[in-house]
RNA sequence: GUGGGUGUAGCUCAAUCGGUAGAGCAUUGGACUGUGGCUCCAACGGUUGGGGGUUCAAGUCCCCUCACUCACCCCA
């Protein structure tokens, strides 16, 4: 028996009807903020998030999938803002830029609950603004639809990683505090210090995080346009009545952060409880061979905000409404048209092979939850009438044939 | 990549100390020949994930392997 690739999903039924709700409500509220929808290719050359993500990330270290075509690396696409940012810079757009992805990552690495190797991600980005008010608008977006599509119970934690300026005077500092203390540090962290140092701040471990707890922090150490500019944040996000937590630990696992970082955490959730997660990156267009363009965004998990919802939420939903059957192929011209005609007024109709037994096919009826059985025989034919049972009554009823039209588009 | 848990009928799960693999649901048929659901009866359904080992005897114990799952790592 053939089995799908580990962390990869089959989606139907109601899961998908949820996932696509998710998609329309995006669609329409950040359309409606101005943001354009782009798709970008499922892969792109690998070097793109090399450059972009950073070589010493974990993502790119062994997460991603690569693959080689005549002597040209290929990589699936591990995350949705490089390729944005490729395509507006190729493309010669024009600035500011909103843009709206809805698409899916693929990240090679084990499967656990909220977490697969193909996973979808609805993001937006925002190229061309610098100010503070605008990484509070996009927070504020953020908000505003978990609201709109009825998550509830997140917190929101928010730091500034400040520039390469501030970060190359604070790594001074932080060095010098952890010098001393660095043999109570796990292996993991040591190597982080070295060639990404603020990563430090991730590590799961007590022991190291009672030598953090006490370690000057990036976020007390910003140079005085990134402190203005995170004072800026925190004073647009209390304009718009957001509550959030400051976290000077929380640092992000991508490289081309600057400045504000932010995270929407969902209690209770576990392990993989981050469902919405972005910042600003300043210098990645330009690193990408672009214009130097100050741009801010984040990126969502719409897998992982399911399992924080409760099951009854809405959705767009077809239910089947009429079954057609018949008594013997003589009224197969009679079902087939009967069918059309009830499928073009909008319904849901499916229609049963006339040469089964009756008892089977009001017996398919029944399994597929229709709502009508319309029977036609030879009964019917004589009395020019078409027998409707209504299943959840079991009450039948004979209806005209010149009549049927009227009550279908009663229905 | 590292650790834990779980794999028995289509599904959910039993099976005592190692001693003939079982139930409920689902499916199919019948009771009921042009009428589904409810009830009753019957039938169908298995390489116990796969491979090896120990034993007179393995679903059960041991080793390997695969899959699923949770956690670490990392991340949405």
Same mark, same amino acid.
């Given at each position: 028996?053939?089995?799908?690739?580990?962390?990869? +999903?089959?989606?139907?039924?109601?899961?998908?009807?949820?996932?696509?709700?998710?998609? /329309?409500?995006?669609?329409? &509220?950040?359309?409606?903020?101005?943001?354009?929808?782009? +798709?970008?290719?499922? &892969? *792109?050359?690998?070097?793109?998030?090399?450059?972009?993500?950073?070589?010493?990330?974990?993502?790119?270290?062994?997460?991603?999938?690569?693959?080689?075509?005549?002597?040209?690396?290929? =990589?699936?696409?591990?995350?949705?803002? %490089?390729?944005?940012?490729?395509? &507006? #810079?190729?493309?010669?757009?024009?600035?500011? =830029?909103? &843009?709206?992805? #809805?698409?899916?990552?693929?990240?090679?690495?084990?499967?656990?609950?909220?977490?697969?190797?193909?996973? @979808?991600?609805?993001?937006?980005?925002?190229?061309?603004?610098?100010?503070?008010?605008? !990484? /509070?608008?996009?927070?504020?977006?953020?908000?505003?639809?978990?609201?709109?599509?009825? %998550?509830?119970g997140f917190n929101i934690e928010l730091n500034s990683i400040g520039c390469p300026e501030c970060r190359r005077a604070y790594r001074e500092r932080l060095g010098t505090y952890l010098e001393p203390n660095i043999s109570k540090l796990c292996a993991d962290c040591r190597r982080r210090f070295e060639h990404n140092f603020?990563?430090?701040?991730?590590?799961?471990?007590?022991?190291?995080?009672?030598?953090?707890?006490?370690?000057?922090?990036?976020?007390?150490?910003?140079?005085?346009?990134?402190? %203005?500019?995170?004072?800026?944040?925190?004073?647009?996000?209390?304009?718009?009545?957001? *509550?959030?937590?400051?976290?000077?630990?929380?640092?992000?696992?991508?490289?081309?952060?600057?400045?504000?970082?932010?995270?929407?955490?969902?209690?209770?959730?576990?392990?993989? !409880?981050?469902? #919405?997660?972005?910042?600003?990156?300043?210098?990645?267009?330009? *690193?990408?061979?672009?214009?130097?363009?100050?741009?801010?965004?984040?990126?969502?998990?719409?897998?992982? @905000?399911?399992?924080?919802?409760?099951? *009854?939420?809405?959705?767009? !939903?077809?239910?089947?409404?009429?079954?057609?059957?018949?008594?013997?192929?003589?009224?197969?011209?009679?079902?087939?048209?009967?069918?059309?005609?009830?499928?073009?007024?909008?319904?849901?109709?499916?229609?049963?092979?006339?040469?089964?037994?009756?008892?089977?096919?009001?017996?398919?009826?029944?399994?597929?939850?229709?709502?009508?059985?319309?029977?036609?025989?030879?009964?019917?034919?004589?009395?020019?009438?078409?027998?409707?049972?209504?299943?959840?009554?079991?009450?039948?009823?004979?209806?005209?044939?010149?009549?049927?039209?009227?009550?279908?588009? +009663?229905?």
């Open positions: 028996m053939y089995q799908k690739p580990k962390g990869t +999903r089959d989606i139907f039924g109601d899961e998908l009807k949820r996932l696509e709700t998710m998609n /329309a409500v995006a669609r329409s &509220f950040f359309g409606q903020q101005g943001y354009q929808e782009i +798709r970008t290719p499922t &892969f *792109e050359f690998a070097t793109l998030f090399d450059r972009s993500i950073g070589e010493t990330t974990d993502i790119v270290e062994h997460e991603i999938y690569k693959f080689e075509v005549n002597r040209k690396w290929y =990589a699936l696409k591990p995350e949705g803002t %490089a390729p944005v940012l490729r395509a &507006f #810079i190729e493309n010669k757009l024009s600035l500011p =830029a909103r &843009f709206l992805y #809805i698409c899916s990552m693929y990240r090679r690495e084990r499967p656990q609950k909220g977490r697969y190797r193909e996973f @979808l991600q609805i993001g937006i980005e925002l190229l061309g603004e610098s100010e503070a008010f605008y !990484d /509070a608008e996009i927070i504020d977006q953020g908000k505003r639809y978990l609201d709109l599509i009825g %998550a509830k603020l990563r430090i701040f991730d590590c799961k471990k007590e022991t190291c995080h009672k030598v953090y707890d006490k370690a000057p922090k990036i976020t007390d150490n910003l140079c005085k346009d990134c402190a %203005a500019h995170y004072d800026g944040v925190k004073m647009y996000l209390r304009k718009y009545g957001i *509550e959030y937590a400051e976290n000077k630990k929380l640092v992000r696992g991508l490289d081309y952060y600057t400045r504000t970082v932010f995270e929407f955490k969902h209690r209770g959730l576990g392990a993989q !409880d981050t469902i #919405i997660a972005g910042g600003r990156y300043d210098l990645l267009m330009k *690193e990408l061979g672009g214009p130097n363009t100050p741009c801010t965004g984040w990126a969502m998990g719409p897998e992982r @905000l399911l399992l924080t919802m409760p099951k *009854e939420v809405p959705h767009i !939903d077809k239910e089947v409404t009429f079954y057609v059957v018949g008594m013997g192929e003589r009224y197969m011209d009679e079902i087939i048209r009967l069918r059309n005609d009830i499928q073009a007024r909008g319904h849901v109709c499916i229609s049963g092979n006339p040469d089964a037994p009756l008892k089977q096919q009001i017996k398919k009826a029944d399994k597929v939850g229709t709502a009508y059985t319309v029977i036609y025989g030879e009964d019917e034919e004589k009395e020019g009438v078409y027998a409707v049972k209504e299943m959840k009554t079991g009450k039948q009823t004979k209806i005209q044939r010149e009549d049927f039209k009227a009550f279908i588009e +009663r229905i």
